[in-house]
């Protein structure tokens, strides 16, 4: 028992260092089993706040838009207070949000290509060829992508009203306020990969690419896509670990 409360110790030590204070499902996973919370604090520093390659406020921020995402408000709550602490200004965090709530709406399109079929045959309109083409074209010429989701083509097919509107909605949310635009890219991209939208997640990550992101920092937003996304299942037993 002493070993396990030094270890516990030194966990908090730890993180009072580096976070300003001791996360309260790391202190409740280690009254219950301290290798647990070991791995929880591991993989809290490894792939979250001890990533290197994106600026230290821009950690918290994919976070956050991760966690809104997911419907986590309680943990969106703490990775704003971190981004806060780490000089993020309410703008970014605006942008954050902005970025989120896009990429979640994208993401519901992910339903369109099968849905599609089943709308024409009952209600037995279609769109013109030619108008969808144009919109395609228009939206290519725009992206400067060759090529664009199955999803969008598909919705294009049900309704052109639809797929202008998602343009719209494009434009606004992913224009930021303060953060640069690169990472209002990677935040969309980090929140499909949770969403597991792998249309969007390819668009997202391409434009960060041609916005001047690295390999490096994709791999950051890709590693804090995987932990909040697994995490939400230890957030949601705070409760339980109160027993």
Not at 52 to 64: D, E, G, H, R, S
Not at 207 to 220: C, V
């Amino acid at each position: 028992m002493k070993n396990n409360s030094r270890e516990m110790e030194k966990i908090e030590e730890f993180a009072k260092s580096t976070l300003g204070g001791m996360p309260e499902v790391i202190k409740l996973l280690g009254n219950h089993n301290v290798d647990l919370a070991k791995e929880q604090f591991r993989e809290n520093t490894e792939l979250y706040l001890g990533r290197t390659n994106v600026p230290k406020k821009i950690l918290p921020l994919i976070a956050l838009a991760v966690s809104l995402a997911n419907g986590q408000s309680s943990s969106a709550m703490i990775h704003f207070k971190l981004a806060k602490s780490f000089g993020a200004q309410m703008l970014e965090v605006l942008d954050a949000i902005k970025a989120s709530k896009m990429a979640v709406m994208s993401s519901t399109m992910s339903v369109m290509k099968s849905i599609v079929p089943i709308m024409e045959r009952h209600s037995g309109k279609k769109n013109s060829p030619d108008e969808v083409n144009k919109v395609i074209e228009n939206i290519k010429k725009e992206s400067g992508f060759n090529s664009i989701p199955l999803s969008l083509e598909s919705t294009a097919m049900l309704s052109i009203d639809m797929v202008s509107e998602h343009m719209k909605e494009k434009t606004e949310l992913l224009s930021p306020f303060m953060l640069d635009q690169k990472y209002m890219y990677l935040m969309a991209f980090s929140v499909e990969v949770s969403l597991s939208f792998d249309e969007c997640a390819q668009i997202y990550l391409e434009k960060f690419f041609l916005s001047g992101g690295t390999k490096g920092e994709a791999e950051d937003a890709i590693s804090i896509a995987r932990f909040i996304t697994g995490n939400k299942v230890i957030t949601s037993a705070i409760e339980i670990l109160k027993w």
